[in-house]
């Protein structure tokens, strides 16, 4: 069964400090990995799209990592901000005939306090 | 990147009282749009996926005659809620891909309060 796993579920974090999210996942055959910023009562916004080739891939900020063999990615925010509260979902695309089949993880809910 | 829009933002009925809910793709071609519910502090949960022109696939537990799945045209797609009861009540995001575009763009969500 496809599955994508966060860790932690949720995080508080001073503005300014960097934080780290994981995210494992059981999804074949492996297309891509994205990470999205949901805020709250709103759609999720990409954050970073990677292939299977790609081991890092930044976006300002926002840097995320993959590791094909291991199944694992992070997403590393520095400087944090108060507008980087929100939850931030991890999403892997299988390969399926006709198309790609996403599979979302739970998210991480991220907090940035003053 | 692509933008995609939702209409209403939000929207509260009665019970036994249909809500229709609309998604456009606003500045490219969808030739799929996808619906999704999320419960509180849950993740997004697939319902169905339409490709324009032809009937919707529904995934496994999503009951097609209480959720209308309408893509008639490449930038809209129309999910109608008949008959809505209270544990209706849910955020409904849709997305959509297409015109070049590989990967899916979100809308900015509905909320459905079924009172």
């Known amino acids: 069964k496809n599955q994508v796993e966060q860790s932690p579920q949720s995080l508080i974090i001073l503005e300014g400090k960097n934080c780290t999210l994981q995210c494992n996942y059981t999804v074949s055959p492996f297309s891509n990995l994205r990470w999205y910023k949901q805020d709250t009562g709103r759609g999720p916004v990409s954050l970073t799209i990677?292939?299977?080739?790609?081991n890092t891939k930044s976006n300002g900020r926002y840097t995320a990592t993959l590791d094909a063999d291991t199944k694992q990615s992070s997403l590393h925010i520095t400087a944090s901000q108060l507008s980087d509260s929100a939850s931030y979902i991890c999403?892997?695309?299988?390969?399926?005939?006709?198309?790609?089949?996403?599979?979302f993880g739970t998210g991480t809910q991220l907090k940035v306090e003053l | 990147g692509a933008v995609v829009s939702q209409h209403p933002s939000w929207v509260i009925c009665k019970s036994g009282t249909s809500v229709k809910i609309e998604c456009r793709s606003l500045?490219?071609?969808?030739?799929?749009m996808f619906w999704y519910r999320q419960f509180p502090k849950q993740s997004l949960m697939l319902m169905a996926t339409s490709n324009e022109g032809s009937k919707a696939t529904y995934e496994q537990g999503v009951e097609k005659d209480k959720f209308l799945i309408n893509h008639a045209s490449l930038t809209l797609s129309t999910l109608t809620v008949t008959s809505a009861h209270p544990e209706d009540s849910s955020f409904y995001i849709c997305?959509?891909?297409?015109?070049?575009?590989?990967?899916?763009?979100f809308g900015p969500g509905t909320r459905l309060t079924v009172l």
């Open positions: 500045d490219f071609q969808a030739t799929t």
């Open positions: 990677m292939t299977f080739s790609e």
């Open positions: 997305s959509a891909s297409g015109g070049g575009w590989v990967e899916q763009f």
């Open positions: 999403v892997v695309s299988a390969n399926r005939g006709g198309g790609n089949k996403l599979t």
